[in-house]
């Protein structure tokens, strides 16, 4: 217990100084996500067409999140990928209250009994009928100007919804930083003026690619995802703020993910 509580601590601790201007309101909501913002482990598993799918999301809905529920972590979304450069892939977003919670989850799992009957079919799968390619994770912390996750209204009634996950990559860490601060500088009042639903903005604390940032926005259809955007890119204020000098530097961000996913039966946003 001592050793976990080192490692658990000392990845904290490098997460919470990698957040740099930001580290201080991370560590206001280490303890709880009422008193600051949230952290987000984002799993990105790779699966072949078959019986993986099935396997991984029945693992999803039997086990994984109710476990997570009765950890108090949620809500939880699962997602799948229809617009990317690689299918199947399915996306898991779990909201933790601190650095420790997500950096422990799958430890305290493990302990889990009714957790683990529930998953054996996943996690006891062989070499021979694996339940998955690979799994990749990163850790997240909240930007201070969103600080929790909003699902969007249909998630309560399993209604029609996509969701936009996009990643920006920086060249520097400079530069990194002012492309959050362009966000807090404007950029999620356009998004709500627009009429988009920001799900989460976060700032990656721990992961590959870095320094990134992914933010989840959810829309009815791609229709409302067009229309939406056009209205973004034509607001006056969003002209402004992106030929402002601080910010009009095309390299802010050198490269962009954009996928568009749909929502798996038990996903809880």
Known sequence: MKRRQFLSGSVAASALAAAGPFS????????????????????????????????????????????LGRMGMG??????VTIGPETP????LIPGSSVEALVELDLRLAEDAVFMKAAEPFWGA???????????????????????VTPPA?????????????????PSNGDHVRKVEMFHSGEFEIFLKAGFHPVFFGDALIGSRMPNLTYMLSFADQAELDAKWDLFRNDPDWKKLSTS??????????????????????SEI
């Open 89 to 92: 892939v399915y996306y898991m």
């Open 24 to 67: 201080a309101t991370a560590q206001a909501g280490n303890g709880s996500a009422a008193g600051g913002r949230e952290f987000y482990q984002m799993r990105r598993y790779g699966l072949q067409s078959g019986p993986q799918t099935k396997l991984t999301g029945d693992y999803f809905s039997n086990a994984l999140i109710p476990a």
């Open 126 to 148: 062989t070499a021979a009928a694996p339940a998955f390619e690979r799994v990749e994770s990163a850790l997240l912390a909240a930007f201070a100007g969103w600080p929790r």
């Open 245 to 266: 000098p601080r910010f009009a530097s095309d390299q802010l961000v050198t490269n962009i993910t954009n996928l568009i996913l749909s929502p798996l039966g038990c």
């Open 75 to 80: 809500p939880v979304g699962a997602f799948q």
């Open 154 to 170: 249909a998630a309560a009634t399993k209604g029609k919804r996509i969701f936009q996950l996009r990643t920006y990559e920086s």
